[in-house]
């Protein structure tokens, strides 16, 4: 088992928290919009590809864009 990157790591942290905060403000609601953000991110924990990773990063700030737009 390899240990993740410490940057992609913090980078997951980062992005998990920052949408976690404009979840805040979701038409749905925030107790609608945590736990889809929660297994959503859980269900990628386990990856270790650094490129699977950054995908998943780069498809976190497209979903923060969307967001910010509503």
């Known amino acids: ?4 990157n410490p940057e992609l790591k913090r980078q997951v ?3 998990y928290k920052e949408l976690l ?3 805040r403000e979701y038409p749905l609601g925030y107790g609608y919009f945590r736990p889809r953000l929660h297994k959503a991110f859980m269900s990628k924990a386990a990856e270790r590809d650094e490129s699977k990773i950054r995908q998943g ?4 700030e497209y979903v923060k864009k969307e967001i910010e737009a509503l």
């Open 1 to 4: 088992m390899t240990t993740l």
């Open 13 to 15: 942290i980062a992005i």
């Open 21 to 23: 905060y404009l979840g």
């Open 57 to 60: 990063i780069a498809q976190a």
